[in-house]
């Protein structure tokens, strides 16, 4: 009950079909009122609203009411925890700000081997994807202020950085810099250069994807369920019909509306990257969080959306930012490499799509 405070009201909505993405859940609750769960005893159907990490949560779980309840309170802990304990760059309790704070330490800083395993994942896709993907990205994020822009933009907060300030940025920044060694008790130890910045968005709801399943595993009575925490995804075991899993791509041009669905069976991480989740447009131009690492400035490619189909959370969240980099031709290689599927929604409306994610695709345009 400590991070996850229940509320009373008990709204008796039953959800008979299950899908998601925009427009396929009912949300219930609001800015206002934003921890409400809804299910009705007897209906093995049950649903919590909810925000963390800096986004909406929506979970749906076909359980018994006791299992629902048990797993929504755990979830939500989890949640609050990874973020206030590992991922937050503004909160001193987290360990991203105080390896942040320790930048150029001569003796590093002792990290947990979870956050060593995350960055050493990390650092091997920035190795792949040619440098596109940087968690090292800090100082740029930060010239940007795009943790201040709401989806839709907060034009208020915005400016255009100069180019010396985005060189000066830029410089601060490079994974191929970080370096974990082990202490002589086989520690791990991280030195961050002086300067740099870790911003670990890009990769923060798929590790709390994957910290979901053992949760959902554990609770015999949870027959399925489907998660989505942003723009990120996960499906698990089965629906009470039998019926597969239905989770939509948000459709770039109109974010009330579907590309497509992917039908899918049993366990999946479906994880989405596009420049209308965060962003700014001012004269004309788009402004979004997706930052080119080679330019330090929002990637203005050819691609509007990303859709990554894996079963590991992680790797699907740190794959959808890197291929909106990439793009279709680097990006469907890097994907394939990496056993994960990839959709591309182009900024001319085409969709371009890896074989297995044809299986699964269904057009809703
Ligand atoms: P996502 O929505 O998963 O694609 O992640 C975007 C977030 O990751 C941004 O809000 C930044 O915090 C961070 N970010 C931006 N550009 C990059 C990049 N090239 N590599 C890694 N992280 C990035
Ligand atoms: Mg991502």
């Given at each position: 009950?400590?991070?996850?405070?229940?509320?009373?009201?008990?709204?008796?909505v039953?959800?008979f079909?299950c899908?998601?993405?925009?427009?396929d859940?009912?949300?219930?609750?609001?800015?206002?009122?934003?921890?409400?769960?809804?299910?009705q005893?007897?209906?093995e159907v049950?649903?919590?609203?909810?925000?963390?990490?800096g986004t909406?949560?929506?979970?749906?779980?076909?359980?018994?009411?006791e299992?629902?309840?048990?797993?929504?309170?755990e979830?939500?802990?989890l949640?609050?925890?990874?973020?206030?304990?590992?991922?937050?760059w503004?909160?001193?309790t987290?360990?991203?700000?105080?390896?942040n704070?320790?930048a150029?330490r001569?003796e590093?800083?002792?990290?947990?081997?979870?956050?060593?395993?995350?960055?050493?994942?990390?650092v091997e896709?920035?190795?792949?994807?040619?440098?596109?993907?940087?968690?090292?990205?800090?100082?740029?994020?930060r010239?940007w202020?795009?943790d201040?822009?709401?989806?839709?933009?907060?034009e208020?907060?915005?400016?255009?950085?100069?180019?010396?300030?985005?060189?000066?940025?830029?410089?601060l920044?490079?994974?191929?810099?970080?370096r974990?060694l082990?202490?002589?008790?086989?520690?791990p130890?991280?030195?961050?250069p002086?300067?740099?910045?870790?911003?670990?968005?890009?990769?923060?709801?798929?590790?709390?994807q994957a910290?979901?399943?053992p949760?959902?595993?554990?609770?015999?009575?949870i027959?399925g369920?489907?998660?989505s925490?942003?723009?990120?995804i996960?499906?698990?075991?089965?629906k009470a019909?039998?019926?597969?899993?239905?989770?939509g791509?948000?459709?770039?041009?109109?974010?009330?509306?579907?590309?497509g669905?992917?039908?899918?069976?049993?366990n999946?991480?479906?994880?989405?990257?596009?420049?209308?989740e965060?962003?700014v447009?001012?004269?004309?131009?788009?402004?979004?969080?997706?930052l080119?690492?080679?330019t330090?400035?929002?990637?203005?490619?050819?691609?509007?959306?990303?859709t990554?189909l894996?079963?590991?959370?992680?790797?699907?969240?740190?794959?959808?930012?890197?291929?909106?980099?990439?793009?279709?031709d680097?990006?469907?290689?890097?994907a394939?490499?990496?056993?994960?599927e990839v959709?591309f929604v182009?900024?001319?409306?085409?969709?371009?799509?890896?074989e297995?994610?044809r299986?699964?695709?269904?057009e809703?345009?």
């Open positions: 009950m400590k991070h996850f405070l229940w509320r009373t009201l008990f709204i008796a039953v959800f079909c899908g998601c993405g925009r427009g859940f009912g949300v219930q609750g609001s800015e206002e009122e934003p921890k409400t769960y809804a299910g005893s007897g209906e049950w649903q919590s609203v909810d925000t963390a990490m909406v949560v929506q979970q749906t779980v076909y359980a018994s009411e299992a629902a309840k048990r797993f929504f309170e979830a939500g802990q949640l609050q925890e990874t973020e206030q304990e590992e991922l937050s503004r909160l001193e987290s360990q991203v700000y105080q390896i704070a320790s150029g001569k590093g800083f002792r990290i947990t081997e979870e956050m060593a395993s995350l960055l050493e994942a990390c896709l920035h190795e792949r994807s040619q440098g596109a993907f940087d968690v090292t990205l800090g100082p740029l994020t010239l202020k795009i201040q822009w709401a989806a839709g933009g907060e208020d907060v915005f400016s255009i950085p100069s180019g010396e300030e985005v060189e000066q940025a830029l410089a920044c490079g994974s191929d810099r970080l974990i082990r202490t002589d008790a086989g520690e130890c991280l030195f961050l002086e300067g740099m910045l870790l911003d670990l968005g890009a990769v923060g709801k798929g590790l709390a910290r979901l399943y949760l959902l595993e554990k609770e015999a009575d027959m369920a489907v998660i925490l942003g723009g990120s996960l499906t698990y075991g089965r019909d039998g019926s597969n899993w239905k989770v791509i948000v459709n770039p041009f109109d974010t009330s509306s579907n590309v669905i992917l039908s899918l069976e049993g999946w991480c479906v994880s989405t990257s596009g420049d209308y965060r962003y447009e001012t004269d004309g131009v788009r402004y979004h969080h997706i080119d690492p080679e330090g400035c929002p990637a203005m490619g050819e691609v509007r959306g990303v990554i894996t079963k590991d959370g992680l790797l699907g969240d740190g794959l959808s930012t890197a291929c909106f980099i990439l793009g279709p680097q990006g469907m290689k890097l394939a490499e990496y056993g994960a959709l182009m900024s001319d409306g085409e969709i371009r799509m890896s297995g994610m299986t699964c695709f269904m809703t345009l």
